[in-house]
């Protein structure tokens, strides 16, 4: 990649980044929603069939997970108002890379998306929770989780250019959550009827979840699941990415 196009996307995000301080409110709500749902299901409705150890060290890993997949509505907005307002036609009207501005609104939500993480983290040490595992399986656990949201990132971007229309995003938005709830994040597959087990653990999410999970030493981790918890989100980055990168490229045409 050229030096021109990193300098192209470098300024697509410093846009992004420069609407946080135009709409605080918003970016304090993303991070303080997940400390809500991990207050709510630890607290309020935990417990957990079939899940031995502490509840908030299975809890935890699959709330991690669960933040990567939610919150896409942001960006997929982003997106769709930069398209009807035009903003994205002036800026083809520059010598800019092509697909500049996805990569800069991917990159500022990848870096909201981290320190949403860290919050969360933050959040639930002071709660009790800890990590059991090495520094470097911590790191990798988290790498895990923010490769899983890129793959995320690019799918709702992909139906963000697709939908064409803010009103449409929360339409399109409902499709995340099965994603989320249909998951391992909350209760462990083998306490589910045997077919929705079966979905449970077939969901990206899960897979990320069980992975971070054992790196992380909790309960209902499994060895051997760090390569699907990576092989997974990139098959879906690997069909996404270009779709969306196709569809945007037509968009000027």
Not at 205 to 228: I, K, Q, Y
Request: glycine share 12%; hydrophobic share 55%.
């Amino acid at each position: 990649m050229s030096t021109h196009v990193l300098t192209d996307c470098w300024t697509m995000t410093r846009r992004e980044l420069a609407h946080w301080a135009r709409r605080p409110v918003q970016v304090l709500v993303g991070l303080v929603f997940p400390v809500m749902l991990l207050l709510m299901f630890g607290y309020l409705v935990g417990g957990g069939r079939g899940i031995e150890g502490d509840y908030v060290d299975y809890l935890v890993p699959g709330m991690l997970a669960l933040t990567m997949a939610f919150g896409l509505e942001s960006t997929m907005l982003n997106v769709t108002q930069d398209l009807n307002k035009g903003v994205v036609d002036r800026f083809r009207s520059l010598p800019m890379a092509n697909g500049a501005v996805l990569v800069g609104r991917s990159a500022a939500d990848m870096l909201q998306s981290a320190l949403g993480l860290l919050v969360l983290v933050a959040v639930a040490a002071a709660l009790g929770w800890r990590a059991h595992g090495s520094p470097a399986a911590f790191l990798g656990a988290l790498g895990l989780l923010l490769l899983f949201r890129f793959a995320m990132l690019w799918i709702g971007i992909h139906l963000a250019l697709v939908a064409g229309k803010p009103e449409l995003v929360q339409t399109v938005q409902i499709l995340v959550w099965p994603v989320g709830f249909l998951s391992n994040a909350f209760a462990l597959p083998d306490s589910m009827p045997g077919w929705l087990g079966t979905v449970v653990e077939w969901n990206p999410m899960s897979r990320t979840a069980t992975a971070v999970r054992d790196l992380l030493g909790g309960p209902g981790g499994e060895p051997g699941h760090v390569w699907a918890a990576v092989l997974w989100p990139l098959g879906l980055l690997a069909v996404f990415f270009p779709l969306a990168v196709r569809r945007f490229a037509r968009l000027s045409r």
